[in-house]
Each structure stands twice: as C-alpha cells, then as structure tokens.
C-alpha cells in the first residue's frame, strides 16, 4: 500500500538535491573546521558559505546566525541566552540583577520548547505572563501593548503556530513593541526584545528580518526538506546572550562544540530550495488545502475546522471530530496508508492538542486530527482522505 505522508509540520524528507550537496563533507572534505591546516580551511570555508547564504536569505549578517542542533536548542539559546546574560551582567543601569527583576511575554499555545523555558524561569523568579488567543488562535497585538513593562526584556512568539497553523500579526506586533521601546527610552531602556520561533515559516513565509523587525528568529533545518540536527538562531546586532553550551568558543562564543559542516551545508541548501519555490508551491497547496475545507462537510458532517481559514500556512489542515479519539483515528488513518497526527509530535502521547484546548474546549482537544502537506502531496491524495475519514467516522 502507497503511504499518503501528511504529517510534514513533525519533520520532512531531506530533498535529493540538499543531500547531493552534503555528500561529499560526510568522508571527503570532512576536517575540522577550526583546524588550521588546508582540509580544515576547506571545511571552514563551507561553513561560512552556508552562514552567508542563511544569511543573505533573511536579509541579515553572516555574524548574526548561530547554527545550533535545531529549532529546540535555538529557542531555549534565545530565552536563557538572553535572561542569563542580564542575571550576570546587569540590567542596565541597575547593579545586581535577580530573576526577579525580569519579566517576560509569551503566548499560551507556544511549542513545548518555548514554554517549557518559560516555565522553568517562572520557577527562578521570574514574572512570566501569557498572552490569551483568540477562537482562532491569534494574538491581538493590543493586548500585548497593555502586558510590556519597563522591566519587560523579551517577548517569544511562535510566527506560525506548528500545530493549528496559525499566522501571527509579526510587523502588527513589533509595532507595539516599539511604541513602548519609545516610551521606555528616556529612562534608557531598550528593551523588550521580540523573538519569534520561525521553525514552521521558512518554507512558506517572509522571512525577512528587516522586514519583520525582529530581534531574534528560531529556523530549523528539518522543517524545510533538510536533515534533522541542524538549526539556526538570528541575533541581531547588539543583543548579547550568555552560551548555554561551553567548549572551544565556536560560533563567536556563543555555541561551543565543533560545527556539523554537512547538516549545516545541507541546511543552507535547503533553505535556498525552500525560498526560491516558496510562491509557487504555498500556491498549489492553499488550492489543495481549501478543496479539503469546502469537502469536509460534506465527507464528515460534524467536523470542526481548527484555526483561521486564511491566516494560517499553506500546508496546514487541523480538524476535530467530536465523539471519536484523535489517537485512535490516527491509527485507523494508518492502517489505511495515511500517516498523520494528533498534535505537535513533541506533545505526542498527551491524549490532546494543547492548543486546540487553549481555543475551544478539552473535548474538542482530544478529537484533533493535524494533516501538514508536503511537495509530494496531490489533489487525488485529500480526495482518498476524505473518503477514508468519512469511513472511520460514520
């Protein structure tokens, strides 16, 4: 039986070209590349290439991307990164900072390693609050103007949330991170910093820092057909953090451990792919992913649509279907060759979708199917979803 892989928002297939491209750094030019001698400037020399091309792509500088293990590690570099370096070397204008003193914004449907952060700090001191969303799972950019306080130093907001697809209004909530930077600046406080998590956006959204304005941006190699192991953290100039991993001082001092030059070629690679067909493929899959909407009704009555219709991925259809178990309507969806989710794969095994809970009911949570489409997904593969959906739920 042929496969139907819907589950691309958990991870994708590395593309045939991105690993042509990490080849040969597997057992050819495989040196060190902090060694000096001529393999390890080779390798250097690919590292750096593929931090310039990263680079490039999201309109910052080489010196501004940190390459990490993926989309987790860059998340929890941000938020401790950040915090730390305050607790160690002051707020500014303030001599002994304690985790008191610090406040931080995020929202209630982030991903676990954004939370789970959040979470710990909370339990250090820190004052945490978390923004509310609306039915469809989007922040109001206003009601985040109302939370920022002088001692507000960063605000985390998933761009586009990895379970229900959601788009947040970035540029609408940099604009109110700035007014209060404004009204913060006589008193000589340039905070907060925005960081959002981009791990799901780069295959289908602007990624333009300077475009967005963002302090800090999360990308993730295995979201957007490269290999798994390889991430990404944008940090803007001026933003200082403390290294949560010690070492040799690779990555600027920022994340020892020596670099993984073919999980960071063939993150480059893909990166570069993902842009250059970004439009025309979020075009054939907004098509596809509308036919599934306007035929679920018909196929499955009672299904309810989770999220925003418009503002939310491409590839992303996230439904419930009250009366039946997500759970096992996942393993029923396999048996019949369509591989899917109940959630994010992080919060696998929970029994419900956190963030389905967070904008409806625990009920509705725990019948949650994710369908995440992909470059192989076709219009005949929703059409033979429908129909086994509508068999599993009669």
């Not at 791990?199 to 057909?225: C, F, H, I, P, R």
Request: aromatic share 6%; charged share 25%.
């Amino acid at each position: 039986m042929r496969k139907i892989y819907l589950d691309n928002s958990a991870t994708t297939p590395v593309d045939k070209n991105v690993l042509s491209e990490m080849a040969k750094y597997w057992s050819v030019d495989f040196a060190n590349p902090s060694s000096i001698h001529s393999m390890g400037v080779k390798a250097k020399n690919a590292l750096q290439s593929a931090r310039k091309k990263i680079a490039d792509i999201i309109a910052g500088h080489d010196r501004e991307i940190v390459f990490t293990s993926g989309g987790t590690e860059a998340n929890n570099l941000a938020i401790f990164g950040v915090v730390n370096n305050l607790i160690k070397n002051g707020l500014p204008a303030q001599a002994g900072t304690k985790y008191s003193d610090i406040h931080l914004i995020t929202t209630e449907i982030e991903h676990s390693s954004i939370l789970k952060c959040f979470k710990k700090l909370e339990l250090q001191g820190c004052r945490v609050d978390y923004l509310k969303v609306d039915e469809f799972g989007i922040v109001n950019p206003k009601d985040l103007r109302e939370m920022i306080k002088p001692e507000t130093v960063l605000v985390s907001i998933g761009y586009a949330n990895s379970e229900i697809g959601v788009i947040q209004p970035i540029k609408e909530i940099i604009k109110e991170i700035r007014h209060k930077r404004k009204e913060f600046e006589r008193a000589g406080i340039n905070f907060p910093y925005l960081h959002i998590d981009a791990s799901q956006a780069g295959l289908y959204l602007n990624v333009n820092v300077e475009e967005l304005g963002v302090d800090l941006m999360t990308l993730d190699a295995q979201k957007m057909y490269g290999p798994k192991g390889a991430g990404a953290l944008f940090m803007r100039d001026g933003i200082k953090i403390e290294p949560m991993i010690l070492g040799g001082g690779q990555e600027n001092n920022r994340r020892s451990g020596t670099e993984n030059i073919p999980l960071i070629v063939g993150f480059a690679k893909a990166f570069e792919l993902a842009q250059k067909n970004k439009e025309k493929e979020s075009a054939r899959l907004i098509k596809i992913r509308d036919e599934f909407f306007d035929g679920v009704k018909k196929f499955v009555p009672n299904a309810i649509i989770n999220g925003h219709l418009k503002e939310r991925l491409p590839n992303n259809i996230n439904i419930s279907v009250p009366g039946f178990d997500g759970e096992m309507m996942v393993v029923r969806l396999d048996e019949a060759g369509i591989i899917c989710s109940s959630s994010s794969a992080c919060a696998s095994g929970s029994g419900e979708s956190e963030v389905v809970k967070k904008i409806s009911s625990s009920e509705r949570a725990k019948s949650t199917l994710r369908f995440s489409m992909g470059r192989n997904t076709k219009l005949t593969d929703i059409k033979k979803l429908l129909k086994i959906l509508k068999s599993i739920t009669i």
